[in-house]
């Protein structure tokens, strides 16, 4: 493993800050990257499932997931094809209402560019939720106007929405993200993994 990869797997910037959420959780950095990777993953935060496996999407999000880009579960776990870097690579925890935490910043301003610059160079970059976005693309509006205009970016950039079941009225809502989107996706992942 990298120095990059051990260093980031110790991480504690966020254990105070972890203690005070109402799960109450130390810091668990889900590293699931190495350089080369043809495709790169940018996502929010690890939820408490993949908290708990310490594998990224490890839950019915993955699963939507991997429908959406028309991958095996063997392919999107293959660290030398796929690299999953997440705006933080902890889970936030939960408030007091028990929605989920926004991802903490410091996790991207401490790590977010060396770890890029360590995967290099990626020929497709899916980007998940509005995070991800705003990071990458420098998006202002919502994550609906973002993944809507994303022939503005595709082939090389695609936004999607949270793969989460919390977005199933946003899909309902948004028939041609999986009429339009989700097969120019899965035609440029095969294209890149070819």
Same mark, same amino acid.
């Given at each position: 493993?990298?120095?990059?990869?051990?260093?980031?797997?110790?991480?504690?910037?966020?254990?105070?800050?972890?203690?005070?959420?109402?799960?109450?959780?130390? !810091?668990?950095?889900? $590293?699931?990257?190495?350089?080369?990777?043809? +495709?790169? +993953?940018?996502?929010?935060? !690890?939820?408490?499932?993949?908290?708990?496996?310490?594998?990224?999407?490890?839950?019915?999000?993955?699963?939507?997931?991997?429908?959406?880009?028309?991958?095996?579960?063997?392919?999107? /776990?293959?660290?030398?094809?796929?690299?999953? $870097?997440?705006?933080?690579?902890?889970?936030?925890? /939960?408030?007091?209402?028990?929605?989920?935490?926004?991802?903490?910043?410091?996790?991207?301003?401490?790590?977010?560019?060396?770890?890029?610059? /360590?995967?290099?160079? $990626?020929?497709?970059?899916?980007?998940?939720?509005? /995070?991800?976005?705003?990071?990458?693309?420098?998006?202002?509006?919502?994550?609906?106007?973002?993944?809507?205009?994303?022939?503005?970016?595709?082939?090389?950039?695609?936004?999607? !929405?949270?793969?989460?079941?919390?977005?199933?009225?946003?899909?309902?809502?948004?028939?041609?993200?999986?009429?339009?989107?989700?097969?120019?996706?899965?035609?440029?992942?095969?294209? $890149?993994?070819?």
């Amino acid at each position: 493993m990298s120095d990059l990869r051990i260093r980031l797997s110790a991480c504690t910037i966020c254990a105070e800050r972890f203690a005070a959420t109402a799960t109450g959780h130390r !810091p668990n950095p889900v $590293v699931w990257f190495r350089d080369g990777a043809r +495709i790169l +993953i940018a996502s929010q935060a !690890p939820g408490i499932r993949v908290h708990e496996a310490n594998t990224p999407f490890w839950d019915q999000s993955g699963k939507r997931l991997r429908d959406w880009l028309g991958m095996d579960e063997e392919t999107f /776990y293959d660290r030398a094809r796929v690299a999953i $870097v997440p705006m933080a690579f902890c889970f936030p925890g /939960y408030n007091a209402a028990g929605s989920d935490l926004p991802p903490p910043a410091v996790c991207a301003r401490t790590w977010r560019q060396s770890t890029l610059d /360590y995967v290099g160079h $990626v020929d497709l970059t899916v980007l998940i939720g509005g /995070y991800a976005q705003k990071w990458h693309l420098g998006t202002r509006g919502s994550v609906t106007e973002t993944v809507a205009g994303w022939r503005d970016h595709a082939p090389r950039i695609f936004p999607l !929405p949270h793969p989460s079941w919390r977005n199933t009225a946003w899909l309902k809502r948004n028939p041609w993200f999986e009429a339009e989107l989700v097969p120019a996706l899965r035609a440029r992942v095969t294209e $890149v993994l070819t």
